[in-house]
């Protein structure tokens, strides 16, 4: 393998900012980018449609096998129903090892790769050049998802957006199953008072100091 070979895991909670700075980083450093949230909510949406039980691990197993192609672009895919769905899931072990292989994969190929999730660092890819551990406050957090919603047209309450946000927060870091947590050697960029072109810069200069 060669050494220079540029790995970076991007972690952190729902809508701290981690995909935009992930798909930033892909750009500037010319490495290809994968939105390992997709594979949950793909399976998520697998179990949805079939109309299968969340509450039993192995429907939810059988949906993460399910999972053929991604259309990023699919708007089920990025619904709150979804996002809520996919929570619940991926809190199974068996469906998080079904989706490790995929994951491993792409942070494994020749050219090297951004992977942005919950475990990256962690479980996924522990051996990464760079690990940045993305967050910033619950109610910032849920102002951007709720301008989002906004944006898309959807009927968004504050409120109920920030339960959400808290509820998922939970749930993502009690599960047993590679909970969300930063990375020893991760560093953390709280973004609560950045705008996007500033959390950029300081990623870059994060990574920048990793590379040496
Ligand atoms: O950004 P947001 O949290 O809304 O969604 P996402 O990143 O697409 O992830 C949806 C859900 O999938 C999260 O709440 C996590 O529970 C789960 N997930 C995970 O467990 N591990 C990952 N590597 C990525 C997502």
Redesign the pocket.
Known sequence: MNSRRLVIAV?G????G??TIAKALARHYGLPHM???????SA?LALWRFGGDPGEEFEAAGAAREIGNIDPDDPEL?S?TI??L??????YPAV?QI?KER?EEFAGQPSGAV??????GTV?YPTATSKLFVTASPEVRAER?FGELQARGANAHYDEVLADIRA?DQ??SD?AA?P?VQAEDADLLDTSNLGIDEAVAEAIRLVDARIG
Request: positive net charge.
């Open positions: 972690d909670p729902a809508a701290s981690k995909g939105d390992t949230g997709m594979l949950y909510r998520a990025r709150e996002g809520e996919a929570s619940r899931v991926s809190a998080r989706l994951q992977l942005d999730g919950r475990d990256i996924i998802r998922r749930r993502d599960r590679a969300l």
